[in-house]
Structure formats: C-alpha cells, structure tokens
Antibody
Framework: EVQLVESGGGLVKPGGSLRLSCAAS????????MSWVRQGPGKGLEWVGR??????????DYAAPVKDRFTISRDDSSNTLYLQMNSLKTEDTALYYC?????????WGQGALVTVSS | DIVMTQSPDSLAVSLGERATIHCKSS????????????LAWYQQKPGQSPKLLIY???TRESGVPDRFSGSGSGTDFTLTISSLQAEDVAVYYC?????????FGPGTKVHIK
C-alpha cells in the first residue's frame, strides 16, 4: 500500500524559507515520478512540480508561480522527497500534498500546512 | 497552459439519484498516437486528501465502485454517479495530464438534497 507522510510545515514570514519532507513507502521509490500539489485555504488543487527518477535524469519541472523559488529533490537512499521553498509569499499559503506520479496522481499524502504571514 | 472548467459549481442530488458533472478543457487532451484521453477525475471528501477515481477519461481506479463512470473525448468530459450514496458527498475535480503544467478544474461540490 502506498504511504506518503509529509512533515515540515509551519508558519513563516514573507520572504522566508521552509523545507517540506515526504517519507514514502509501499512502492519502489527510486523508480517513481513524484510531484507536489498544493491547495490554498478553501480553494482548488494546483500542481506545483515534479521530479523524474534518476534513471530518467532526475530532472524537475515547476509551475510558473513557483519556478525559481521552489526546488524539488529526492533522496532515494531514504525514500524521501523534499520541497525547498524560498522567497515565500502570502499567496503560497496552502496545504502541500506529496503525490506519487507526475501528471496522473494515484497516491496522495495527508498534506503539510504552510502558512506565510507576518 | 490548458485551462480546465467544470459545471456546475455545486450539485444537490437525492440519495439514489444520478449526479452528472461536466468538465471541459481549453484544448484537446486526446493523444492521437495512442488514442487516449489524458483526463482524470479525483474525489476529495471533507477533511481528506484527494483520491484518484478515474483515469484515461473512463477507466476506474482499482476499488472504485462501479456507480462511478467517466465518459467523453477531446475537450468534453463527464463524470456520472449513477446512484448517489451518502458517502459520495465530496468535491470532484477533473485534471488533464496531457501536458505540463497538469491543471485541475475548479471542482464541483456534490451534496445531498
């Protein structure tokens, strides 16, 4: 069974940084495409970005609103996905979901809440 | 970017009745080389994470009850719940995975009349 457990959420001031982690189990992590999706308070779903497995280059793609501020990385030795968020803005306030997949998303974590406020 | 729209925004249906949700993409999500529509439906129950219901526009994910069905092709798609159950109260999102960024519709809230 796919399990994805996010951690690292919290309150941060505008302009600050935060790193989310996602512990993955129940599937072969090192061959999996992984993504982050966020959901603003009372809002819909927004795809944030994805990372390919190292066998496919391990490269990343991002949505325009977070490009050049957010970085997705992975540690296959510990089955962990990361989302480094820099230069945070109030509009980045959201529940951030770690997901299995790149476009089609068959597995979701419970989410980590990030609040950007002064 | 491909823009996804859904209608209606909200839907009240009696228990046992049919619920129909429409989704439209701003460009076709049908990939001609494999004749597959890169369109998925997700269900998000209150306080829960989204769950994949349907992919390739009409293929049910394992474990999804057969009262859920998807149809459509190209730019117009439909999710149908044939006989609404109390546990189906949720927000339903369509999503295209044809091309990055993989965009979602705004969601349709289904509740009991």
């Amino acid at each position: 069974e796919v399990q994805l457990v996010e951690s690292g959420g919290g309150l941060v001031k505008p302009g600050g940084s935060l790193r989310l982690s996602c512990a993955a189990s129940g599937f072969t992590f090192n061959s999996a495409w992984m993504s982050w999706v966020r959901q603003g308070p009372g809002k819909g779903l927004e795809w944030v970005g994805r990372i390919r497995p190292k066998t496919d280059g391990g490269t990343t793609d991002y949505a325009a609103p977070v490009k050049d501020r957010f970085t997705i990385s992975r540690d296959d030795s510990s089955n962990t996905l990361y989302l480094q968020m820099n230069s945070l803005k109030t509009e980045d306030t959201a529940l951030y979901y770690c997901t299995l997949g790149q476009g089609l998303l068959p597995g979701w974590g419970q989410g980590a809440l990030v609040t950007v406020s002064s | 970017d491909i823009v996804m729209t859904q209608s209606p925004d909200s839907l009240a249906v009696s228990l046992g009745e049919r619920a129909t949700i429409h989704c439209k993409s701003s460009q076709s999500v049908l990939y001609s080389s494999n004749n597959k529509n890169y369109l998925a439906w997700y269900q998000q129950k209150p306080g829960q994470s989204p769950k994949l219901l349907i992919y390739w526009a009409s293929t049910r994910e394992s474990g999804v009850p057969d009262r859920f069905s998807g149809s459509g092709s190209g730019t117009d798609f439909t999710l149908t719940i044939s006989s609404l159950q109390a546990e189906d109260v949720a927000v339903y999102y369509c999503q295209q995975y044809y091309g990055s960024p993989f965009t979602f519709g705004p969601g349709t809230k289904v509740h009991i009349k």
